[in-house]
């Protein structure tokens, strides 16, 4: 009985440790495809972007990865520091940020 528990038990960590991972591998996707965006955009495409403001409708795949940076800090940490220096640099010499 206690190697049926301990079985179950490396099972659902299994489980739980393929999940975590998979959560990364989607975030390290999104984020490529970030900063691809913001490093293959124009500064006249992000102006125009910024000046629509935040009410364009979201895919169900970004509401999803959305959730998921509210709800994992290790994974929200990880996005912000893939991104945070290409994105920074881009809009930096755009002219967005001072």
């Known amino acids: 009985m206690k190697h049926v528990k301990w079985f179950a038990g490396g099972i659902l960590a299994a489980i739980a440790c393929n999940a ?3 959560q990364f591998l989607a975030m390290e996707v999104i984020s490529d495809k970030v900063i691809s965006k913001f490093e293959s955009a124009t500064c006249q495409t992000l102006w125009e972007e910024r000046a629509q403001g935040p ?4 895919t169900e795949r970004e509401q999803r990865a959305l959730q998921t ?15 945070s220096a290409p994105v920074l640099n881009k809009m930096f010499e755009c002219g967005m940020i001072p």
């Not at 009410?55 to 979201?58: A, F, K, P, T, V």
């Open 20 to 22: 975590a991972y998979s």
């Open 55 to 58: 009410n364009r409708q979201l």
């Open 69 to 83: 940076l509210r709800e994992d800090p290790r994974v929200r940490a990880d996005f912000f520091n893939r991104i």
